[in-house]
């Protein structure tokens, strides 16, 4: 059974620093892993998709890596800023159904 | 274009009660989900559906029922809510046109007390 494993449960780090989240899961046998934001009180916003043939996504100040063999993902944000203050989860993508971590609570300090 | 919403956005519920959570999206998608989550868990699905008019279960299905009547609505039941039902509650979209290239749309949530 695929299981989903986001540490540290909550990031706290100043305004301007590169951080990484982490991400790893049991089964290598996935079509794609997604990378998604959560703010208080709204929905799930998708940030990144991986396939499962590729090494690494990026978008704008966001580079996430894919590394199937270990069943490890990263998440990178360069120059963090209080706005990227939110919850990121990550999800792997087995037959029909996604498999959610339980994510990271970020903050980001001014 | 509203993409996924969600109907209520808070409710309180008694042991027992029942009641219908909404949600409907505008972007033709074929896939509809439901998905709970609880505090130091990921989301959890309930039930999906790949089309109008089919409904299947996921993780964890049980005390729900589900309908799919029209393709924009997917309708989430609880027949008899218990307390084990407090949680909030997400519907999500998608069009699975290749698997991998597949990103699901999240409605805002509805925040379920059941006392």
């Known amino acids: 059974k695929q299981e989903v494993t986001q540490i540290p449960a909550a990031l706290s780090v100043p305004e301007g620093e590169n951080l990484v989240l982490n991400c790893s899961f049991t089964d290598s046998a996935i079509y794609n892993l997604q990378w998604f934001r959560q703010d208080p009180g709204k929905g799930l916003t998708s940030l990144l998709l991986i396939q499962s043939s590729q090494r690494e996504q990026t978008s704008g100040r966001l580079n996430a890596s894919l590394d199937k063999s270990s069943g490890r993902s990263t998440l990178y944000i360069a120059a963090s800023q209080p706005g990227d203050s939110a919850t990121y989860l990550c999800a792997v993508r087995s037959n029909y159904q996604l498999i959610w971590g339980a994510g990271t609570k970020l903050i980001i300090k001014p | 274009n509203a993409g996924v919403t969600q109907t209520p956005k808070f409710r309180v519920l008694k042991t027992g009660q029942s009641m219908t959570l909404l949600c409907a999206q505008d972007?033709?998608?074929?896939?509809m989900y439901w998905y709970r989550q609880d505090p130091g868990m990921g989301l959890r699905l309930i039930h999906y559906s790949v089309g109008e008019g089919t409904t299947a279960k996921g993780e964890v299905p049980d005390g729900y029922n589900v309908s799919r009547l029209k393709k924009q609505n997917f309708l989430l039941g609880l027949e008899s809510a218990a307390p084990s039902q407090t949680s909030v509650y997400f519907c999500a979209s998608s069009n699975l046109g290749q698997a991998n290239q597949e990103t699901q749309y999240f409605g805002p949530g509805t925040r379920l007390l059941v006392l």
């Open positions: 972007m033709n998608h074929e896939y």
